[in-house]
């Protein structure tokens, strides 16, 4: 049982989320965007997009740090337990709040605003109720557990059960005796994974960081030059 | 020395009836799609009027085109490049759709299906975007013929910069048509503002196109253009343009726009110009310089270095006597008629228009004069301010006088022409004074006013050398996925069609939205 939930689902998902990738890469050019609506509505866009999109920078940030940094070196630079646990309580918090209120506003435009949901694909309607699920499940783990309740130290488990996996020597042992609320989280963020080659999240990968050093103006040729001079 | 060429268009205003039937065709061609309801690659408006989108010339609203800082660097109005990352999650300067206008239809059906009673049935307007009823209460020609202008056309920004007394009299004195497409710019903001890179200016032929399949929807091209001509498809979320018809180009055919005009008045043809001064030209401190700073970016193809130039640059050399032939080039260079859209915008637009005579005959006219008596015309072009200071504010940054000296050779032409015909007379001061010979007054009564089909369209179709890659598109299409520009099964001439990496657009992605 362990091994099928913390073995065989991240990796059908992993398998998933790289072959999807690929395909979809190869396959459909035309159709990798943000779908942007902004033209449709953009009141509340204005608010939420950016909400969304920067606490959603925010709170991967933060789960890279927990997830893939060992303990032992964050130890080894000095940040103690309680030193880090405030930092990451309070951040965690912050972002998942930012997100959460993006996500709201972005829902709430879809279904308020008939034009765009008019073009609200099937797609799109799967990946807001998974981004629902994950991103509610995972405020709910920071707030409820680690915020308000005695904290878990995630680091001890999670963290080295997910890294294990990246590495292919996943131990599923360790996420046995975690609490439910982060064990859902990390079920719906492999759901997530699943989709998302499918979906509009693909435009992630295409974030134009070159843009900061190409040349203004781009000429292309239509045809190769001729080789007749 | 780094030649280029490009192909142009001039438009002669005062030809203009404003029929729209460029931009029928031109829907009809390539924007008669769901996602594209709202789109005109091609519109005509009237002037003085604010436009489509509304009062797009509005440069401190929707931050288009090019400025200047104080160093004297060329930036894009929105800000430099971390900005515009940064505004990737929402654009501040995107206009609505309700900038453009909320595009409606009619539920047809009604008339045939409604049951049989004593009144006849009525259809009423729905919206194209979300199929609900709706109220019609602006279009991308509201104002046709100063229709509304009074309530209006104050707002036009091009009226901002004039006198008071200007804006209360306008609707009385004068009104004309301009139709606008995209400018294919030398300097283009959409390219320099698209993140992806997927705007590009093609390098034979100077033609600003979207690549469909490099487009990741950031829709920062559309505010950069300060003309507004680039467009989001928000069923494919992806960004959409005038294409200069390409295809047709490519196939030595004029665009679509051009070949069914009504009143003749466009004119196609290629420029050579200096790429590597094209930057220099675009950030000259005045924006009253700019007409002329673009002017000296033109090379001269009877020049023969200039050809020798084009020669080594590998242009054709039946491109370099297209180059000779092109009616843009006489009509912008020779005769000095032709003046840019907007200059102050520092793209380099490269479809430019002769300013219509008629607003100052109509104020002739009104005046009670004799507006066939070439003094009377001499006179309102030099002594009225108000549609010349509308012109040039459309034409020349402001500069009265540009426009002047090209109405003043317009209207010297028609004098001369009609000397000619009356006595066989020929005034050597009116000559004198437009700065032009009777040979060239002439040539150009010919190429304005009889127009003919072979010396309005002088294009030199795409190489030989380069069929194999054009045949390697040819059947299907990448982009004839649902909502795709290609959706129509429109195959100009042929040429469009699969990539040659043979990409294909899914239907799963392409959104079910718009009416049914
Ligand atoms: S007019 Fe055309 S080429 Fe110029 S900035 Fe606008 S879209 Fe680009
Ligand atoms: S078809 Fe020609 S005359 Fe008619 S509106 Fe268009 S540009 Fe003007």
């Known amino acids: 049982m362990n091994v099928a939930l913390w073995v065989v689902i991240p990796y059908v998902a992993l398998t998933i989320f790289v072959v999807g990738h690929v395909w979809r890469w190869r396959v459909d050019q035309f159709g990798w965007t943000t779908r942007t609506t902004q033209v449709l509505e953009s009141r509340l866009l204005r608010l939420g997009s950016p909400l969304f999109h920067l606490g959603s920078f925010a709170a991967i940030a933060g789960h890279a740090l927990g997830l893939l940094v060992p303990k032992g070196w964050t130890e080894a630079a000095g940040i103690d337990d309680h030193l880090y646990h405030l930092v990451s309580v309070g951040a965690g918090t912050a972002a998942g709040l930012m997100v959460t209120a993006g996500l709201a506003l972005l829902l709430a435009r879809r279904l308020t605003s008939p034009r765009v949901r008019r073009t609200t694909t099937r797609a799109d309607k799967v990946l807001y109720a998974v981004l629902t699920v994950v991103i509610l499940l995972g405020l709910t783990a920071t707030v409820g557990e680690n915020l308000l309740g005695g904290g ?38 492999w759901l997530l994974a699943a989709i998302w080659p499918f979906t509009r999240l693909v435009h992630v990968w295409s974030a134009p960081i070159a843009y900061l050093w190409r040349p203004y103006i781009v000429y292309r040729r239509r045809a190769p030059r001729a080789t007749t001079t | 020395m780094r030649v280029l060429a490009q192909v142009a268009m001039v438009m002669n205003l005062d030809k203009c009836i404003g029929c729209h039937t460029c931009s029928v065709t031109c829907k009809q061609t390539w924007t008669n799609r769901d996602g594209v309801e709202y789109v005109w690659f091609n519109n005509v408006e009237t002037k003085p009027g604010v ?19 104080r160093r004297g660097r060329l ?47 009525v259809i009423r307007p729905k919206s194209a975007i979300t199929g609900e009823d709706m109220a019609i209460t602006w279009g991308p020609n509201w104002e046709d013929d100063l229709g509304g202008a009074p309530e209006h056309a104050p707002a036009d920004p091009n009226l901002a910069a004039m006198a008071e007394k200007v804006r209360m009299e306008f609707d009385k004195t004068f009104m004309f048509h301009l139709p606008r497409i995209c400018e294919h710019c030398l300097n283009p903001a959409c390219v320099a503002a698209c993140p992806s890179g997927a705007l590009y200016k093609r390098e034979e032929d100077g033609i600003v196109l979207v ?26 979320g992806k960004a959409e343009k005038c294409t200069f018809c390409f295809p047709r180009i490519e196939a030595g055919q004029p665009t679509v726009c051009a070949e ?126 108000i549609p010349l200071g509308y012109l040039a504010s459309l034409l020349a940054a402001g500069d009265t006088e540009v426009v002047a000296g090209a109405l003043m050779r ?64 040819v059947d299907g299409c990448s982009l004839d996925g649902e909502g795709g520009p290609g959706m129509t099964g429109f195959h100009p001439a042929g040429l469009t069609g699969r990539r040659p990496d043979g990409r294909l657009g899914l239907r799963l992605f392409t959104g079910r939205g718009g009416a049914a």
């Open chain 1, 152 to 189: 878990y130290d995630y680091r001890a488990t999670i963290a080295v059960w997910f890294r294990g996996v990246l590495t292919f020597r996943p131990d599923p042992d360790l996420m046995a005796g975690v609490p439910p609320i982060f064990q859902l989280h990390a079920m719906s963020a």
């Open chain 2, 51 to 69: 436009g489509y989108p509304r009062r797009h010339e509005d440069q401190e609203r929707w931050r288009g085109g090019w400025q200047v800082d």
């Open chain 2, 75 to 121: 930036k894009l109005r929105s800000g430099g490049r971390v900005k515009r990352l940064l505004g990737l999650f929402a654009n501040p300067d995107l206009p609505d759709l309700d900038d453009y206008y909320e595009p409606a239809t009619y539920d047809y059906d009604t008339l045939v299906t409604a049951p049989a009673g004593p009144h006849v049935p």
């Open chain 2, 211 to 236: 690549d469909q399949d490099r487009c990741r929807g950031w829709r920062m091209c559309v505010s950069a253009c300060p003309y507004k001509k680039v467009y989001v498809n928000h069923r494919t």
């Open chain 2, 260 to 385: 069914t005009c009504v009143g003749r008045l466009r004119y196609i043809g290629l420029v050579l110009y200096d790429a590597d001064a094209v930057l220099g030209a675009a950030r000259v401190a005045g924006p009253r310089d700019l007409l002329e700073a673009q002017r000296r970016v033109f090379l001269d193809p009877d020049d023969p270095k200039v050809a020798a130039a084009a020669r080594a640059a590998g242009i054709a050399e039946d491109w370099i006597e297209a180059a000779r032939r092109s009616p843009v080039y006489r009509l912008a260079m020779r005769y000095r008629v032709a003046l840019p859209l907007h200059p102050e915008y520092r793209t380099m637009p490269m479809v430019w228009y002769i300013p219509p005579l008629s607003p100052v005959l109509d104020a002739v006219t009104g005046m009670g004069a004799d507006a066939d008596d070439p003094d009377n015309v001499f006179h309102a072009i030099t002594d009225l301010r």
């Open chain 2, 410 to 473: 317009l209207s010297a032409m028609r004098a001369h022409m009609r000397a000619r015909a009356i006595d066989g007379s020929v005034d050597e001061d009116l000559l004198a004074a437009a700065g032009m010979t009777a040979e060239e007054m002439e040539e150009m009564y010919r190429l304005l006013a009889i127009a003919r089909y072979d010396e309005r369209y002088v294009v030199p179709a795409a190489h030989r050398e380069d069929a194999a890659a054009l045949s390697a598109q």
